[in-house]
């Protein structure tokens, strides 16, 4: 029987889970929105905030800290976010982290210090952290048919990079016409206006919250009196041990990949031969294009990775399609032009963001279907908060630090040699753990 296409996943869909589709992908969009506008505003930020110039020991400690003590906090509470998920259901617990980064986002754009700036980009991290676990549970368990749920589960995720799109499309429109918009602190800095968009998916999230339906599998548990009691330990159990573990680490390194190298890159541009001749509001517009071009390439591998999870059963060998050109790639498109000192290619910058985001919709589509209902939202947010946004994202930290002690003489050259090297070393420790991932039950039945 031929594989039914994405438009006949969609096509017989109720007016009431094309609601649930639409806000599902309102809230992917925008939390990798806030996920991403940091890439292009930490440096003008903290430029604003710090007497440091931009590559000195004191700026990249500070751009570290940025990326990673939000991602502890994510990484924590989220975890207590996701046993909040099994305990009083996806849609409620959905909602309120929503709503959570987007007041986080509004208090972040009138941020006067380095610390008031770290501390409202930690709660935008928590919010995004459990919006994305609470989503896939949700959608995982609003569609019964295998098939459907892949397809739906990878194409609504693929807006998490129209996200990615957005924020760099409204940075540059920022940069342009921020002039024309009303002052923040008596300035109009392009950077506080770029993150000030993220509170947008609040509105449509208000006006159709009354009718967004809970997750029947959960309300029918829950009413029988057969829902366990979430319990993060039980993941250390025999039975869950190897996925919680596994999961954890390959989550990891595919969050070390994106945070680790590819956000970096908005800084690592400027340094290219023919852009740092440029003005520097010149340079910043061609780092806002190329970081649409990267946003580019994760939509498509997004998009490809939905198209394929329903047509690769192994899923080893579905990821095994992006990490192998992602491990050709890195030393081509990061490491070479550090050596050589040329100019990052547009082509190669658009590779890179296919198959590195393409990993992130990979586990949003595999995860809901190793856990139980009960178990769910505690075990993906095991994986997408404490292996991804804690210990993935501490790669930023580890390529700024390093990048201090590597060789090319300028800023630019060491942190393309730091970013190329961690990304390198990341996709290859996730590379070799997936020969033990284990494969999810066949049948498509959530527990």
Known sequence: MPKKTARGHFSNLTSTQWLICIVACIGFAFDTYELLVLTLTVQPALSEFLA?????PEFNHWVGMLFYIPAIAGGIIGLLGGNLIDLLGRRRILLWSILLFCVSALATTYSTSALQLLIYRSTT???????????????????????????????????SSTGGILMSGANYLNLAFGNLLPAIHGRHEAWRYTIMWGILPAIPLLLVRPFLPESPIWLQKKAAGTLKRPSIMELFQPKFRRTALLTCLMMACAYAVSFGMLQHFARIIPGGPEIRVLSHL???????????VQEYGGLVGRLLMAFLAVRILSRRRLLHTFQIPGLILIPLVVLLPGVRDVDMSSWGIFALGLVSVAQFTFWGNYLPRVY???LR??????AANVGGRMFGTSAALVTTSIANFM???????????????VGLAALTIGFIASFWLPEPPQDGVLG
Not at 133 to 159: K, M, N, S
Not at 282 to 292: D, F, P, R
């Open 125 to 159: 991290f928590v919010g995004v952290s459990v919006e994305f676990v609470a989503a896939t549970a949700w959608l995982a368990e609003l569609f019964t048919d295998q098939e459907q749920r892949e397809a739906i589960l990878g194409y609504t995720q693929a807006f």
């Open 282 to 292: 010149e340079q910043q517009k061609t780092v806002s294009a190329l970081q649409a």
């Open 52 to 56: 440091a110039p931009p590559g000195s």
């Open 407 to 421: 060789p090319g003489g300028t800023p630019s050259r060491q942190l393309a040699y730091a970013a190329g090297t």
């Open 377 to 382: 939202g505690t075990g993906e947010s095991f």
């Open 372 to 374: 139980p209902t009960y």
